[in-house]
T-cell receptor, first 116, second 106 residues
Framework: GAVVSQHPSWVICKSGTSVKIECRSL??????MFWYRQFPKQSLMLMAT?????????EQGVEKDKFLINHASLTLSTLTVTSAHPEDSSFYIC????????????FGAGTRLSVL | GIQVEQSPPDLILQEGANSTLRCNFS?????LQWFHQNPWGQLINLFY???GTKQNGRLSATTVATERYSLLYISSSQTTDSGVYFC????????FGTGTRLQVFP
């Protein structure tokens, strides 16, 4: 149980285009999902917390107009990187917290974004 | 904010060896998790361990919350254990440690 699916796993795009990444909890409901960014050989950095039916909460220094987050249902959150530039190239990972019970997050497999 | 430091940063082992990874945190925490990030980037939950000791096969973890540290033990390491091990403290959100990169050679 507690499977989180993230798509796509790899995306290459041209500078200036927008990219959407999906995060789905497959076998549980998640009122809260999280989006992380990871640079090579570094730790995970929380970008934003996404709550179903409300606006996302962004961490300090994260541009909310650049990284649009939507959490329209209890099983789906999306991250859209708008007008992507090479400096947005990174590994993006989502996680979902189980609706009830202990505070445990389960992670998607990540999306590697390369902006040319 | 809470600082989470892990040691050693890098570890190279031969298959069959044992190892201990350490996680120090700067303030009291409600909970702590250990993760393994495999070479493809997938994070796998290993332990959810606010205190005490837990074991799962060749892996075990101990958290001493009063002294602000947690240990992850890997026994009889295998090449599939390679990757990065993160601890993360739970304070509403997860605060990840700096990670230990483990390479196990046959």
């Amino acid at each position: 149980g507690a499977v989180v699916s993230q798509h796509p796993s790899w995306v290459i795009c041209k500078s200036g285009t927008s990219v959407k990444i999906e995060c789905r909890s497959l076998d549980f409901q998640a009122t809260t999902m999280f989006w992380y960014r990871q640079f090579p050989k570094q730790s995970l950095m929380l970008m934003a917390t996404s709550n179903e039916g409300s606006k996302a909460t962004y961490e300090q220094g994260v541009e909310k107009d650049k990284f649009l987050i939507n959490h329209a249902s209890l099983t789906l959150s999306t991250l859209t990187v708008t007008s992507a530039h090479p400096e947005d190239s990174s590994f993006y990972i989502c996680s979902a917290r189980v609706l009830a019970g202990v505070n445990i997050q389960y992670f998607g497999a990540g999306t590697r974004l390369s902006v040319l | 904010g809470i600082q989470v430091e892990q040691s050693p940063p890098d570890l190279i082992l031969q298959e069959g060896a044992n190892s201990t990874l350490r996680c120090n945190f700067s303030d009291s925490v409600n909970n702590l998790q250990w993760f393994h990030q495999n070479p493809w980037g997938q994070l796998i939950n290993l332990f959810y361990i606010p205190s005490g000791t837990k074991q799962n096969g060749r892996l075990s973890a101990t958290t001493v919350a009063t002294e602000r540290y947690s240990l992850l033990y890997i026994s009889s390491s295998q090449t599939t254990d390679s990757g990065v091990y993160f601890c993360a403290v739970v304070e509403g959100k997860l605060i990840f440690g700096t990670g230990t990169r483990l390479q196990v050679f046959p």
